[in-house]
């Protein structure tokens, strides 16, 4: 079962609608920030709080999400390192999977 953006997106966002944060601690997905590769996408997120104030987000709000192409699984990514070494990791994950 392959999925496409639409389906992936709106995946993420029932996922980050499942927070039951306060709504200024709500994650928001930040569209222009969404990366796509050839095995998944890669979506991040922030809140109302950070976009409005700069307050601090709520514990692993910020990790960023990955939604496999091939199956639509969802992956919430850790916040150690990077999206770019993230994606890093992933790229030589996929390439040898190949």
Known sequence: MSI????AKDLVEKHLASNE??????????????????YGWFFQFTTKAWLENKLPMSPGSCS????????????ELGS??????????FDKRYEYSV
């Open 4 to 7: 496409n953006y639409k389906e």
């Open 21 to 38: 944060s306060e709504e200024i601690h709500k994650p928001i997905l930040l569209e222009n920030k969404i990366i796509e590769k050839d």
């Open 64 to 75: 960023p999400i990955l939604i496999l192409k091939e199956k639509g699984i969802l992956i």
């Open 80 to 89: 150690a390192y990077s999206i770019e070494e993230q994606i890093y990791r």
